[in-house]
């Protein structure tokens, strides 16, 4: 079956626009989550969807990040006001019900602020 | 919160020879336990993972993994590298009451020398 899917793969942008990330997960997966990878370093969590609960936002750097999931299924990761320190690899990942199954990930977006 | 600790940022080997990258993770009640692969410009994939059961893991690509509880570890290692092996590996877990949010050590990469 399709795995996690994300568009774009690739997005420059001008410092102060705002841009969105799309994520498609696996078809039935109920949980959701978005990471930002930077240059060189390893995975920082920034937000967790699951099922209809209220989303665990403890990870957003700041108010300039939101993300939503529309129908439990795609999820959009919004950057307001983008800064050159919010160029990095967003990377989505899903996951099934089951506690002990693992995150299957996204090829990630490459986000270049100029 | 639970952190992951991975030694060495870099590891080289040559091929043909054992690697070991090394993960040691904070908690005091064992978590799940995963091996995550990432090739240049491809999000993460699952190499092996620790639940319950058997301590020694084996996962894809040859590699294998060994939870040990009282040195709170849980170590890759794999006979002999291949070219092929040449990524960004990570380890990570999530907690056993939840299994919601996961945590990942920094990374290392592996470089495979002819």
């Known amino acids: 079956g399709a795995g996690v899917s994300q568009s774009p793969s690739n997005k420059v942008t001008e410092k102060g626009k705002d841009v969105e990330l799309r994520c498609d997960p696996i078809?039935?997966?109920?949980?959701l989550y978005w990471y930002r990878q930077s240059l060189g370093q390893g995975l920082e969590f920034l937000i967790y969807f699951q099922g209809n609960s209220a989303p665990d936002k403890s990870g957003l750097p700041s108010d300039r990040f939101s993300a939503e999931r529309t129908g439990g299924s795609v999820s959009t990761l919004t950057i307001q006001r983008t800064q050159q320190e919010d160029s990095a690899v967003y990377l989505c990942a899903s996951r099934s019900d089951s506690l002990t199954d693992t995150q299957y990930f996204g090829p990630g977006t490459r986000l270049t602020v100029l | 919160a639970q952190s992951v600790t991975q030694l060495g940022s870099h590891v080289s080997v040559s091929e043909g020879a054992l690697v070991l990258l090394r993960c040691n993770y904070s908690s005091s009640v064992p978590p799940y336990l995963f091996w995550y692969v990432q090739y240049p410009n491809q999000g993460l994939q699952l190499l092996l993972k620790?639940?319950?059961?058997?301590?020694l893991v084996k996962g894809i690509n040859g590699f294998e993994a060994e939870f040990k509880k009282s040195e709170t570890s849980f170590h890759l290692t794999k006979p002999s590298a291949h070219m092929s092996d040449a990524a960004e590996y990570f380890c990570a877990v999530s907690d056993r009451s939840t299994g919601n949010q996961f945590y990942f050590g920094t990374g290392t990469s592996l470089t495979v020398i002819p």
């Open positions: 620790y639940t319950t059961g058997a301590t």
């Open positions: 078809s039935g997966h109920t949980a």
